[in-house]
């Protein structure tokens, strides 16, 4: 079992920054894969980006690669996710997740927990 609560969220002008940060309990979070989520209001809950248990691999969905960076640092049981160069379109709630099997999803399907989700605004 992993519980996971997200921070960090908040509001933001276009081309600023802001980091979220995931903070997960449970024995199996340095062994397993996390990934970022959106969902903005009236659309589905979108890929944002992955990264493997060691931190050595992720995996972008093309609308933040080279903006957002995910990283994590198992000593602390957190996984962060860097926003630069934000834009209004990125205006969403951001959810954290974990996955319980081997490797590295990139879609909702793929993950087995969740967090409640923090509120980043992008105004233009």
């Known amino acids: 079992q992993v519980r996971l609560v997200e921070s960090g969220g908040g509001l933001v002008q276009a081309g600023g920054s802001l980091r979220l940060s995931c903070a997960a309990s449970?024995?199996?979070?340095?062994?397993?894969?996390m990934g970022w989520f959106r969902q903005a209001p009236g659309k589905e809950r979108e890929f944002v980006g992955a990264?493997?248990?060691?931190?050595?691999?992720?995996y972008y969905a093309d609308s933040v690669k080279g903006r957002f960076t995910i990283s994590r640092d198992n000593a602390k049981n957190t996984v962060y996710l860097q926003m630069n160069s934000l834009k209004p379109e990125d205006t969403a709630v951001y959810y954290c997740?974990?996955?319980?099997?081997?490797?590295?999803?990139?879609?909702?399907?793929?993950?087995?927990?969740w967090g409640q989700g923090t509120q980043v605004t992008v105004s233009s």
């Open positions: 997740a974990a996955r319980a099997q081997f490797g590295v999803a990139t879609t909702r399907f793929g993950y087995d927990y």
């Open positions: 449970g024995r199996t979070f340095s062994s397993a894969a």
């Open positions: 990264i493997s248990w060691s931190g050595g691999a992720t």
